[in-house]
């Protein structure tokens, strides 16, 4: 019955004129386009310049993010610090360096809990607290902490007038890997219009000997050395300016194991 079926809506579709074909797939794909497009998270975007943008989680950190920024600075980089509340309200100077230094400024929570493990009124203080300590200094830029979660945790950021972004390269510069191989990881998938996601600092991590960025740094210099002549490394503003924002569903409710097994660095 299910095959026959099939076989008449497949005969249907056959039989349709080909300006109805082509009505019925711009209809299905906007279907799918259109809340994508409200409810989605930018991952990148589509653009023919050779742009790219570093970002930064979980500081600031008051030995990592200045060599970061010195080394940014050597090389005419541009980053997006997306940070956390309680470090930023400890390190105002370090802020507001950040900041006068041309690099973007994003709300990474007060405290960097998962937000899919809390509940909506909480999240929403999270992001206010942290942007009332970034100030004026803070972009209308979300990012989940872990990168966890859902459709309703979203839709909190979204009505407090906040652009989700995530990234589609990534370092995993949170293990104890050589700096080679965080850059390794980051070489593999760097193309134009990318969103890098690194971190100037870990405010959890599975090992506190994790916590160093030596790793991290390294990392980035070896990057900038290497495509600075290639590629263009500004902040997530401007990229969104000079390209598509490429948005997906991002769904990651986060492992509530893997969680609970995490330490609070020593910042």
């Known amino acids: 019955m299910a095959a026959q ?3 008449l809506v497949q005969s249907a ?8 074909r082509v009505g019925y797939r711009m209809c299905r794909q906007g279907i799918l386009f259109l809340p994508s497009q409200l409810f989605g998270t930018i991952t ?3 653009t023919p310049e ?3 943008a570093l970002t930064f989680d979980d500081g600031p950190h008051p030995e990592f993010t200045p060599r970061l920024l010195a080394i940014l600075e050597q090389h005419q980089a541009h980053g997006t610090f997306f940070m956390v509340g309680e470090s930023a309200s400890r390190y ?7 900041a006068d230094a041309g690099h973007a400024i994003g709300n990474h929570s007060w405290d960097h809990p998962s937000f899919p493990a809390i509940s909506s009124r909480e999240r929403v203080r999270q992001i206010r ?3 009332e300590v970034i100030g004026s200094s803070g972009e209308k830029l979300f990012r989940p902490p872990f990168g966890n979660q859902t459709l309703r945790s979203r839709l909190d950021a979204l009505r407090l007038g906040y652009r989700v972004v995530a990234w589609n390269v990534v370092g995993s510069d949170w293990k104890d890997d050589s700096a080679e191989v965080v850059f390794d990881r980051l070489a593999r998938c760097i193309a134009p219009g990318s969103i890098l996601l690194l971190h100037d600092a870990l405010f959890t991590a599975e090992n506190e000997q994790f916590a160093s960025r030596e790793s991290t740094i390294d990392a980035v210099r070896l990057l900038l050395e290497r495509y600075e002549h290639e590629y263009q490394f500004v902040t997530v503003p401007e990229l969104l300016r000079r390209g598509r924002p490429q948005k997906t569903w991002w769904y990651q409710p986060g ?4 969680l609970a097994g995490l330490q609070r660095s020593h910042i």
């Open 129 to 131: 607290a942290c942007e």
């Open 13 to 20: 579709k056959d039989s349709m004129p080909d300006f109805v």
């Open 255 to 258: 492992d509530a194991g893997y």
């Open 50 to 52: 050779r742009i790219v």
């Open 92 to 98: 105002p100077e370090l802020v507001r360096r950040i």
């Open 44 to 46: 990148h975007v589509s």
């Open 5 to 7: 079926l099939k076989k």
